[in-house]
T-cell receptor, first 115, second 114 residues
């Protein structure tokens, strides 16, 4: 199982870059690291996923060091609408041939962006 | 392409009743997973279906059950409702039942048990 640990909360101001670090000491060799964003009373929204080194999309960047025991989600120039809970996830697949593998959600990081 | 849809969006039931929630995955997606979210326990995995078969199951009592139809739509049922079943129930779909596939979540069904 890939249990994850991340800060409970973070504060930032509009226009700043926000980096949220997650530790996942027991990550399995085949596990990917996935980040989701969730607004109140909505379903989680996929942000980014990576296996190692760096992944970038139109929303965020994900940095994963060589030992893969941690990862950092980087949100460039946050705005008020980025206020949400961010989850770093590992997966616990039952078997790679026949299961999606359930997502293991931790407590998440509540990001508050202030004007 | 339409996202994952869940019905109903809100539901109020009383203890002892049963409830059925419905989930329509993204068109073409064949894997559907269900999660329960509560303030105390956070997001917890219930079960996963692929090709009408349950492939994975979380640690929930037998009162929680589900099924998937040939068109990939899924339903979950909770019998003999308890106050603690009040939660946001989320459905997520993915293309295949592969651990590397991204799961896309619906808006959820908010269940209140009185």
């Amino acid at each position: 199982l890939a249990k994850t640990t991340q800060p409970i909360s973070m504060d930032s101001y509009e226009g700043q870059e926000v980096n949220i670090t997650c530790s996942h000491n027991n990550i399995a060799t085949n596990d990917y690291i996935t980040w989701y964003q969730q607004f109140p009373s909505q379903g989680p929204r996929f942000i980014i996923q990576g296996y190692k080194t760096k992944v970038t999309n139109e929303v965020a960047s994900l940095f994963i060091p060589a030992d893969r025991k941690s990862s950092t989600l980087s949100l460039p120039r946050v705005s008020l609408s980025d206020t949400a809970v961010y989850y770093c996830l590992g997966k616990s697949p039952m078997n790679y041939g026949g299961s999606q593998g359930n997502l293991i959600f931790g407590k998440g990081t509540k990001l508050s962006v202030k004007p | 392409k339409a996202g994952v849809t869940q019905t109903p969006r809100y539901l109020i039931k009383t203890r002892g009743q049963q409830v059925t929630l419905s989930c329509s995955p993204i068109s073409g997606h064949r894997s559907v997973s269900w999660y329960q979210q509560t303030p105390g326990q956070g997001l917890q995995f219930l079960f996963e279906y692929f090709s009408e078969t349950q492939r994975n199951k979380g640690n929930f009592p037998g009162r929680f059950s589900g099924r998937q139809f040939s068109n990939s739509r899924s339903e979950m049922n909770v019998s003999t409702l308890e106050l603690g079943d009040s939660a946001l129930y989320l459905c997520a779909s993915s293309l295949w039942a592969s651990s590397q596939e991204t799961q896309y979540f619906g808006p959820g069904t908010r269940l209140l048990v009185l």
